[in-house]
């Protein structure tokens, strides 16, 4: 008997927190690339040293203005997203039939008896429907990121994150992506329309950021609701 309690009070346990978890607003998040920052790699200095003034693993060329290049560099991402997209169709079909028929006279049967002999029939289909939809994002910033990993081709694996605080608010802004070393302008700095795999979020926390989600109960009955 014990056991056939126990076995129902897991089972209501395991319930509980399942429905818990449905009741949670779901949150929206950016795979931004981990970690957001980096530090230089530590060079071991050579076993033997060659004499050489030119040492390829700390190599940076002097007459240039200085790039991100290698691990722990940072990079200025100057952010402008813009993204419009409009898409609408529209559907119309109209078909309508239509039969009559009728009997006057047959062998050995009087014309009166076919007054009312005849048939008719009418059919009607007809469909109208259109549809649109429209989206479009503005995005424009400045941010700084670390150089986390150089691939095998020479390209950059970048992320940053940004927080200010104001109160009891906090805004984060988080990037990251993969940046060809071509791309970056004078300065050391790049446009976000050339870097690839990009990843944006910007999102607060604090009492701001409370008052514009929506709670558990409301929550539930969206999920209900419509049936």
């Not at 690339?33 to 530590?42: F, G, K």
Request: with cysteine.
């Amino acid at each position: 008997m014990k056991s056939h309690l126990l076995r129902a009070a897991a089972l209501a346990a395991v319930a509980l927190l399942a429905g818990c978890e449905t009741l949670m607003p779901t949150k929206a998040s950016v795979d931004v690339a981990q970690p957001t920052s980096m530090r230089p790699e530590v060079v071991q200095p050579p076993a033997i040293n060659n004499g050489a003034i030119f040492q390829s693993s700390q190599y940076r060329p002097l007459f240039e203005d200085y790039r991100a290049r290698l691990v722990g560099d940072t990079i200025t991402v100057q952010i402008v997203e813009k993204i419009s997209a409009t898409q609408s169709s529209t559907s119309s079909i109209d078909k309508s039939g239509k039969v009559a028929g009728g009997i006057t006279a047959l062998p050995f049967l009087s014309v009166n008896s076919f007054n009312k002999a005849s048939a008719a029939g009418n059919s009607s289909n007809t469909f109208d429907g259109k549809g649109s939809t429209q989206n479009s994002n503005d995005f424009s910033g400045t941010i700084t990121a670390t150089v986390i990993e150089v691939l095998p081709n020479g390209h950059l694996l970048i992320s940053g994150e940004k927080q200010i605080g104001v109160n009891q608010n906090v805004d984060v802004l988080r990037f990251s992506g993969q940046v060809d070393p071509r791309a970056i302008q004078p300065g050391n700095s790049v446009a976000s329309a050339q870097i690839a795999n990009v990843r944006i979020e910007q999102r607060g926390r604090g009492q701001q950021a409370d008052a514009q989600g929506i709670g558990w109960l409301s929550h539930f009955f969206l999920n209900i609701l419509p049936i």
